[in-house]
């Protein structure tokens, strides 16, 4: 499972770090945006897999392809979904929505689970997980909270001006519950801090973010713990 995790990873990089406002916003406007989200792929993809892309991921009866040739493939899938889903919201009215949004990173996982080599005893390097962790809470969260929000409100402002901010503190959170002992409590302090700031301090932060980024640096904190003890 070494270059499945890995592919996942580079895909959370590439899909939701460096898929940064405008980037969204450009390649739902014209093909040159859509180009640059989807080259972002395979250079974070074969950079971090490249010890293994000289090697055989899929071989069947009638065919066999190298790592080199399924990153390529995965990016060909990554460009045909993202312009499906931007065709089906533009032309047919599909809601952009939490269910959407979801599915769409379905489709992109199962396009890496079928290209992944099935290894299944190889080992996983220490790293790699964690770092996923800390993808997935950073930017992830952030864009799930803001599908949330749009779902139930029709608007949301964690991806504006504070979005850093509320990544940062997610990001302190979970970094609480990889100290030893039961130093790691420090965590459940820093997330009673962020409700009090939410009910007495009037900040800009609904009920949906307050417990989807509470829940998830809950979640990825104690997984990240496990994962490094």
Known sequence: MEIFWRLVLAHFIADFTLQTNKVASWKRENRLGMLIHIMTHPVVTYALTWPFLSNIWVQTRWIQLNGWMCVALLALFH???D??????IKETGSPDSTGFFLWDQVVHLTMILALSPTMMDAKVDPWVLPVLCGVVLAHFVSVLVFFLEND???NSHVLEDQKYRYIGERLIGASLFLLPGPLFLLAFGWMGWIV???????????????VVGNTSVVLLGLLARGLLS
Do not use: F, M
């Open 152 to 154: 139930l409100w029709g």
């Open 79 to 81: 460009w045909l979904e």
């Open 196 to 210: 009090y700031l939410y009910y007495y301090k009037s900040q800009e932060r609904t009920w949906v973010h307050l």
């Open 83 to 88: 312009e499906w889903r931007v065709w089906s």
